[in-house]
């Protein structure tokens, strides 16, 4: 999906072409269930359990009957709002770990489409879209960050200024992986730093590829709003099926 009178860069013509090229010379396979053709097929497509209304209104927590979920009436999160694609399950796993391992960053070209429509229907006025940094360390070990992957394609779809320096980790942090929900707010405390010279009253857009209790967001958005930020929004292309517990 594009904006509607937006004039698209031609980096956003060219990267398409650049994937499609490549797909011609070496076909892919499917990243949810490896049938030969396409990175990503219309069966994972349509599969995929979406996310519907039924969330809580701050973070987009699936299955919330209450207006906001518990996590956020005990702490109202830095960001404004957050929404997430889909359900962090089958296919739409599988595809998430082979961006975020297997190098297969024309993947993340594919699945920003669909993040590109979710945004088209959330009427949030954005004036910068920025991707969840990961430290210098972990960049230098996987040689990318998959969130700029999915941020960088998703900001020229809406015509929408991109920057990867208006936000910055400063700190390692441990694995989020196995840690409790009040374990995972106090590892990334004071782990992001924002660029004030980029931020300052810009309503910004921070895009990752999982979200779980939304305390790596929340960290970023506190960055972000300490360095002059108007309104911080989060979007993710998935969303994990259970909050950890405190």
């Known amino acids: 999906m594009t904006r509607p009178g937006i004039s698209l860069p031609p980096v956003y013509y060219l990267q398409k072409w650049f994937w499609k090229s ?13 049938t030969g053709g396409q990175r990503w097929c219309d069966h994972c497509q349509h599969n995929t359990k979406v996310i519907g209304q039924e969330s809580c209104e701050i973070c987009g927590l699936p299955g919330e009957n209450s207006a906001k ?4 009436r005990q702490h109202l999160p830095s960001f404004k709002l957050a929404r997430s694609w889909g359900l962090y399950t089958g296919a739409l796993r599988q595809a998430v770990l082979r961006l975020k391992y297997r190098r297969d960053l024309g993947l993340a070209e594919v699945l920003a489409g669909s993040l590109a ?34 941020a960088r394609p998703l900001a020229w779809a809406w015509g929408l200024c991109y920057s990867d320096a208006a936000l910055r980790k400063i700190r390692e942090t441990s694995s989020q992986v196995s840690l409790s929900l009040d374990q995972r707010k106090a590892n990334v405390v004071g782990a992001f730093s924002a660029n004030p ?3 300052l009253n810009r309503n910004i857009l921070v895009v990752d590829d999982v979200m779980t ?7 970023c958005a506190a960055a972000l709003k300490q360095a002059g930020a108007q309104y911080i929004y989060g979007l993710t292309l998935a969303r994990t099926p259970d909050m950890p517990q405190a």
């Open 22 to 34: 490549i797909d011609l010379i070496y076909p892919p396979n499917c990243a949810g269930c490896n």
């Open 117 to 150: 429509n979710l945004l088209g229907t959330l009427n949030w006025d954005i004036d910068l879209v920025v991707p969840v940094p990961l430290s210098k360390g972990r960049l230098r070990e996987r040689g990318y960050n998959q969130a700029a992957a999915l």
């Open 197 to 199: 010279r980029i931020a």
């Open 213 to 219: 209790t939304g305390a790596t967001l929340d960290a």
């Open 69 to 72: 979920c518990k996590n956020c």
